[in-house]
T-cell receptor, first 111, second 112 residues
Framework: EAQVTQNPRYLITVTGKKLTVTCSQN?????MSWYRQDPGLGLRQIYY???????DKGDVPEGYKVSRKEKRNFPLILESPSPNQTSLYFC??????????FGPGTRLTVL | LAKTTQPISMDSYEGQEVNITCSHN???????ITWYQQFPSQGPRFIIQ???TKVTNEVASLFIPADRKSSTLSLPRVSLSDTAVYYC?????????????FGSGTRLQVQP
């Protein structure tokens, strides 16, 4: 089944404790992206990747890191999480950025 | 970045046609317009994409005027299951290395 998977789905952590949210797609898509969704603000893009080893900032990249070492994986790294990064995170992939397929979401709470 | 503006919310009744308009005044020449649907606690789902004039698929139509500064998503004969948030998105990364910007979305409530 063609899909985008994210792990974990739910995470509660404390300020400053490094964490990684994994994202994987099995559709051989070149384009992958991370979004965060907050009430009243819609979806905001954090980082995106046009292909392996090619990443670029979205609208709200501060406090996040990403890497794209393999085509199928695009992990989101929070080196030192803060409470303002409490949010619902979505990973997405697409062939070339047109029709994006979204993962189920990761709900992160930073205390 | 091409910003989009949509109504915050809309109400409709089952069986009616719903039109949601998105404003994107600074759309670039190569930008496409894409609409997504999102249900609570789920990721957005692609509905339709277009560049100009009219595009139709099995679930919706997309109308884009000649100046492309706005677009209208048309949902024919909505049902309760169409209650969701609808997002307009402008830009396609394959045309250049640019971020994608979603608007705040339109919350559609369909009543029986």
């Amino acid at each position: 089944e063609a899909q985008v998977t994210q792990n974990p789905r739910y995470l509660i952590t404390v300020t400053g404790k490094k964490l990684t949210v994994t994202c994987s797609q099995n559709m051989n898509h070149e384009y992958m992206s991370w979004y965060r969704q907050d009430p009243g603000l819609g979806l905001r893009q954090i980082y995106y990747s046009m292909n392996v080893e090619v990443t670029d900032k979205g609208d709200v990249p501060e406090g996040y890191k990403v890497s794209r070492k393999e085509k199928r994986n695009f992990p989101l790294i929070l080196e030192s999480p803060s409470p303002n990064q409490t949010s619902l995170y979505f990973c997405a992939s697409s062939l070339q950025g047109d029709e994006q397929f979204f993962g189920p979401g990761t709900r992160l709470t930073v205390l | 970045l091409a910003k989009t503006t949509q109504p915050i919310s809309m109400d409709s009744y089952e069986g009616q046609e719903v039109n949601i308009t998105c404003s994107h005044n600074n759309i670039a020449t190569n930008d496409y317009i894409t609409w997504y649907q999102q249900f609570p606690s789920q990721g957005p789902r692609f509905i339709i994409q277009g560049y100009k004039t009219k595009v139709t698929n099995e679930v919706a139509s997309l109308f884009i005027p000649a100046d492309r500064k706005s677009s209208t998503l048309s949902l024919p004969r909505v049902s309760l299951s169409d209650t969701a948030v609808y997002y307009c998105l402008v830009g396609v990364p394959s045309t250049g290395r640019r971020a994608l910007t979603f608007g705040s979305g339109t919350r559609l409530q369909v009543q029986p």
